[in-house]
């Protein structure tokens, strides 16, 4: 065999071996639930007893997700920074059980002192108001240049201007940085969800993630018309990937992590995409007004009685009567 044809030869097996490889990797990575992102580094999760209360990961220079310590308290909730050219923005506080404001502050004054800034001023909103997502707020009450939004639908509505609570979707700007706020009442009254124009980031509380998706059965329909309302909003803005709140799931397609676990071995990521979205969706609509608890591989369907459900706004204090 002369040269030129080794040549081809040993051209042809290479590429007949690249293309083997290719093909293995792609199977592997379509079966395997647990490699469909590479977006952040394993999270804590209760296993280590000498893990941080909270773990930080920057996903850009201007977007941090923060996770609170399940050692902390069992919810392990996720809590969202995001800098704009006038303002920061921090998306809940945390399920007590320790000092949120401390890591917070770092985070902000580091990104500060990178764009050679003497401050800037933060936002204090929430995804619901849930008691596992507000309970660092008291923390930010007396922060200079620091405004809490109340926790209320009407207090979430007034502050960001939807005139139409919960049909009107708004932007909101945090400086060439521009957020579209998407009420989703449903899981609980004041809840919206938000949605990034710079990453294409929908950051989704507790309506849709890795989790349980509890659902009172007094909500379904305003939860359903809520995801309607999402799916119809994001269908063209090519969302990149969906961060919830929490993760309750393993890696296992549909299996969930005992509730109230004390830690999360083997668990599943946060992000999830887009395509969960419309799942959820179509599987809502299948069920109708009749939910029953429906597994998913990044999601669980999980039906609860009815229950009473927070007012539009917050009680009236009646004024002091003169003696």
């Known amino acids: 065999m002369n040269i030129r044809i080794q040549a081809v030869v040993r051209s042809a097996t290479l590429t007949l071996i690249l293309a083997n490889l290719l093909f293995a990797t792609t199977a592997t990575y379509a079966a395997d639930p647990a490699l469909h992102s590479l977006h952040f580094k394993p999270w804590i999760n209760g296993d280590s007893a000498d893990e941080p209360q909270m773990q930080v990961q920057r996903y850009d220079d201007d977007t941090y997700v923060i996770r609170q310590s399940i050692r902390t308290n069992f919810e392990g909730p996720f809590l969202y ?52 997502h507000h309970q660092g707020d008291a923390e930010f009450q007396d922060r200079p240049n620091t405004t809490v939004v109340g926790l209320y639908p009407k207090n979430v509505a007034d502050f960001f201007k939807i005139a139409d609570w919960p049909n009107q979707i708004v932007p909101y700007d945090l400086g060439g940085r521009l957020l579209d706020i998407i009420p989703t009442p449903g899981h609980q009254s004041a809840h919206v969800m938000i949605f990034d124009r710079n990453t294409r980031l929908l950051f989704s509380g507790d309506s849709l993630g890795p989790y349980r998706l509890y659902i009172w059965m007094n909500e379904v329909k305003t939860y359903r018309d809520s995801i309607d309302r999402v799916a119809a909003f994001t269908k063209e803005k090519h969302v990149s990937l969906i961060l919830g709140a929490h993760i309750e799931m393993t890696t296992k397609p549909g299996e969930l992590i005992p509730n109230e676990a004390s830690s999360h071995p083997d668990e599943h990521i946060l992000e999830i995409s887009y395509s969960n979205l419309p799942e959820l969706q179509a599987a809502l609509h299948a069920m109708g007004d009749n939910l029953v608890q429906q597994a998913h591989r990044d999601f669980v369907i999980f039906p609860l009685p009815a ?17």
């Open 81 to 132: 920074l995001l800098f704009g050219r006038d303002r920061a923005f921090l998306i809940d506080t945390g399920a007590g059980g320790l000092k949120v404001r401390p890591t917070i502050d770092r985070v902000v004054a580091d990104w500060a002192t990178r764009h050679h800034r003497a401050f800037i001023p933060l936002v204090v909103a929430h995804s619901h108001s849930h008691g596992d």
């Open 307 to 323: 229950r009473e459900q927070q007012p539009f706004a917050p009680p009236v204090t009646p004024a002091p009567t003169s003696p």
